[in-house]
Nanobody
Framework: QVQFMESGGGLVQPGGSLRLSCTVS????????VGWYRQAPGKQRELVAA???????KYADDVKGRSIASADSGMKSVSLEMNNLKPEDTAVYYC????????????WGQGTQVTVSS
């Protein structure tokens, strides 16, 4: 029911930049958190950045300082700008949203591949 439209993945050279974009729809409740997760081969899925209806944006330690997440005021779209990309950033990136009610369900998109390689 909750649907994601993810874009922006691709092949980037080390030191380069990219922007991931996502729109989420399908819930009449809206969302109180949107962001991006990633999963590299052989590793666990981890939060990259999340924006909340209230409170500060959360970033993974490895991307803090070189990434900027932003969302529209309706909390239905989110973008992630990543700079100075490293091979370790190579992963499938998944858009994320949490429905806006107590105990709200969490959802992830189908994922978009980001490959950082020379």
């Amino acid at each position: 029911q909750v649907q994601f439209m993810e874009s922006g993945g691709g092949l980037v050279q080390p030191g380069g930049s990219l922007r991931l974009s996502c729109t989420v729809s399908g819930s009449i409740f809206g969302y109180d958190a949107v962001g991006w997760y990633r999963q590299a081969p052989g590793k666990q899925r981890e939060l990259v950045a999340a924006i909340y209806k209230t409170g500060p944006t959360k970033y993974a330690d490895d991307v803090k300082g070189r990434s900027i997440a932003s969302a529209d005021s309706g909390m239905k779209s989110v973008s992630l700008e990543m700079n100075n990309l490293k091979p370790e950033d190579t992963a499938v990136y998944y858009c994320y949203a949490r429905e806006d009610f107590r105990g709200g369900s969490e959802y992830w998109g189908q994922g978009t591949q980001v490959t950082v390689s020379s």
